[in-house]
């Protein structure tokens, strides 16, 4: 078997819904889950079947890509294989256009925006409308920040503050984003609703974010437990209907260590969380039930 350079799995630990609001969003790439392309010895399948070739003829004409070398690919057995799981946020359409792009795209990129652009064009051919953010931070495999007026890729920044850790705790539950993000836009035309986001929930997410840029776990952690308690009371459609992880969620609120949030569109898949106490959310999940991953826990080795 035969294998190239991995795309990661993306987390956006900060922004979810109010980033179409202009709040300041961090994406990070997750390396225990991710996508490479590869070609077996003896090839059994093709890259993609009929309606994935028509897809490529069509953006070839929109996008720098490299078509003949796709429909060779395509007859010599080469496939885009990935671990990342499906409707669960973290991005597995956006891995596969990542890896589309770096290996068939023919352009030359001098800035950030203009291939989060073209990424973003390729990611919304496959699947709705995409902002980009998804596949860039996993083409760059780094951490993006994104504020209105630009887009930075930073180092290593989910390592800090290094005293939390960050979790994703499996609802089992399937999610459909377009629907939040239809409420979320719908519940923005309340001025009720707008005037919590703009005057409550934005200047605590923005204080939280520079908290955690900083490495400050104790700011970090007091503005997350307003955040999660402001997600608890204010996004009930995007919370998880399961027992389990409602109840945790709410033991979560009592606890100076640990607070869940939404993980990016929400209402399924996986649920965010940050802990100082790693041993009471592993007792918490085992005791609930609840599948436990500590996706930043697991080294990268490709």
């Not at 952690?221 to 608890?232: C, F, I, K, Y």
């Amino acid at each position: 078997m035969i294998k190239e350079r991995f795309f990661p799995a993306k987390l956006l630990l900060f922004g979810e819904h109010i980033l179409l609001k202009g709040a300041t969003a961090l994406a990070v790439p997750a390396s225990s889950f991710r996508g490479y392309w590869t070609k077996e010895a003896s090839p059994s399948a093709e890259l993609g079947g009929q309606l994935f070739r028509a897809s490529v003829e069509r953006l070839s004409e929109q996008l720098p890509l490299a078509l003949d070398r796709i429909l060779a690919d395509m007859n010599s057995g080469w496939y885009f294989e990935s671990n990342i799981p499906h409707g669960y946020g973290l991005g597995s359409s956006g891995a596969f256009c990542a890896g589309l792009l770096h290996r068939y795209g023919t352009r030359v990129y001098l800035d950030y925006s203009e291939l989060k652009t073209d990424l973003a064009q390729l990611e919304s051919s496959f699947h709705g409308k995409s902002s980009g953010i998804d596949p860039l931070t996993s083409y760059l495999n780094g951490p993006i920040l994104i504020q209105p007026t630009s887009v930075e890729l930073l180092d290593a920044v989910y390592q800090s503050p290094s005293t939390v850790s960050v979790f994703l705790l499996d609802t089992q539950q399937p999610r459909k984003t377009d629907h939040l993000v239809n409420w979320f836009l719908t519940a923005m035309e309340s001025p009720v609703f707008l005037r919590e986001v703009e005057l409550t929930l934005m200047p605590i997410h923005e204080q939280m974010v520079a908290a955690w840029l900083a490495g400050d776990s104790l700011s970090f952690m007091a503005q997350l437990q307003m955040v999660s308690e402001w997600q608890w009371a204010h996004f009930k459609p995007m919370l998880p209907t399961g027992a389990g992880i409602q109840r945790l969620w709410q033991g979560g609120l009592n606890t100076r260590h640990t607070y869940l949030k939404i993980c990016g569109a929400g209402g399924g898949g996986f649920v965010l969380g940050f802990t100082t106490d790693k041993t009471w959310v592993e007792g918490q999940a085992n005791e609930l039930q609840i599948p436990l991953f500590f996706p930043f826990d697991i080294p990268s080795n490709g």
